[in-house]
């Protein structure tokens, strides 16, 4: 039986790059995956002439992602927006029944000018200065957001922008969870909008982060993480884990192209795969547990890549991309404007958007294999952006369940959850379900749980020490 410091049971950027930070640290690590490719939801390719992504576009470059970049040597192959798409815009449905794209002020104090909002609702984010402490442990994001800065900026700006990054329904999300440091804003100060503002005097002395990707897509930083891998299983099922006399971990695994199966050992385990596959694991020495973990949501997401022709739409799209308002029961979460954000990812002549269909607010929309569902995608975003003729479909791809959505006490979910790692000592979960959901989020709690490994693997060295000591002394 070959055996193992840790074991990392998913190949996703959380597993990638905690295994990264590990073997850093001269140990013995093994990555489990039942794909082929690594990555998860990170994947990048050329179909056609366009550059396309399947999962998430572009990341946030903070200081542990940074470093990370950094040390992977992969510097030179980051790219930049483009200075030409800064505009942020969301799609909204006039008095006519037409849509229109409204630009984003990425400055508060250009709200006054703007048509996204109404003078009363203007009005009601002056009194955001006054704080507003909530009487509870949790609340949903909606009504967070609408005790701070109203109904309709919330309706109109919040609920599009975090559809776009959870495709949820905001009257059900945690606002504790899913806006951790707003939440800590109202705590310390009372009002987001002074807390902020403090906030933002103590960043000014720092470096700014910023939104990038790679030359060749995201998948470029798995890719250069998945190379440096000391020990990888790919195409492999994790089948069973079970408890040792000794403290450590069995896991059977099975080659999911021979069916063959086989035993290895780890002194600790990672679980970093969806609520399901872990609730599965770890349902016969912890069920109850594993239906926590199973019962929180998640939402579908479709993703489909359309080329235009430049001179067949009308609008600029000078800008990132649009979001949509998920309560209008729109086929559309939001679109990227590829080609404007990043030129070298189509033909000079060509647009190439990403589309985001489904959510848990209209959950059959993501079906994109679908023709009927493809069509209702390509009519909304065509009115949207005024095309005069149908896209070419370049590709798409469904991802069922993808997106965790945390529910109202999801905190308590937390606290089960670490409960249940100390009563099962070695076993350590580490996914987008448990807590922080973007690229560096996945980055920065890698390198928060090496930090956490290395006091357990020392603590267990020293236990088994001195214990054989004991033994050879009599």
Known sequence: ???????????????????????????????I??????????????????????????????????????????????????????????CQT???????????????LKLASSSLLSASAKFRLLAAVVPRRRHCDDESVQRFMSRHLGK????SVVAPGLSGVWAADITQLSARSCLPNLW???????????????????????AKPEIVSFGGGLQTLTDALSRKLGGYYKEHSVEQIERLSNGSWSIKIKNLKNQREELVESTAV???????????????????????????????VGILHLAYNKKAVRHPLDGFGCLFDPQEQQPLLGAIFNSSLFPHTAPPDKHLITCFMGGALNPEN???SEQQ???????????????????????????????????????????????????????????????????????????????????????RRASYQYKYKRSAHG
């Open 1 to 31: 039986m070959k055996e193992f410091d840790i074991l990392i049971l998913g190949a996703g950027i959380g597993g990638l790059s905690l295994a990264h930070r590990l073997q850093s640290q001269g140990l013995k690590v093994a990555v």
């Open 94 to 108: 006039a008095d006519n029944g037409k849509r229109k794209m409204t630009s984003v002020p990425l400055n508060p």
């Open 184 to 206: 800590k804003l109202e705590k310390d100060h009372g009002s987001l909008f002074l807390g902020l503002a403090k906030t933002i005097s103590k960043r000014r002395r720092k």
């Open 366 to 368: 993501f079906k994109i």
């Open 270 to 300: 990672v679980l970093t795969s969806g609520q399901s596959s872990t609730a599965k694991l770890i349902k016969d020495f912890a069920p109850k547990t594993a239906k926590t973990i199973a019962r929180i949501p998640s939402s579908s």
């Open 33 to 90: 995956d039942r794909n082929e490719n690594p990555g998860g939801v990170i994947s990048s390719s050329y179909k056609e002439q366009y550059q396309c992504e399947f999962g998430p576009n572009t990341v946030l470059l903070k200081n542990e992602l940074r470093n990370l970049v950094k040390e992977l040597s992969l510097e030179q192959l980051l790219v930049k927006p483009s200075k030409k798409a800064k505009k942020r815009f969301i």
């Open 152 to 155: 309709e900026f919330t309706n």
């Open 373 to 459: 569902c493809r069509d209702k995608g390509i009519e909304t975003l065509g009115k949207t952006i005024g095309a005069l003729e149908r896209p070419v479909v370049v590709s798409g791809v469904e991802w069922p369940n993808a997106i965790p959505n945390y529910p109202l006490g999801h905190h308590r979910i937390v606290t089960e959850v670490k409960n249940f790692e100390f009563s099962n000592p070695g076993i350590f979960c580490h996914a987008n379900w448990l807590k922080g959901l973007s690229l560096n989020d996945r980055v920065a709690e890698s390198e928060a749980l090496a930090n956490r490994l290395l006091v357990f693997l020392q603590s």
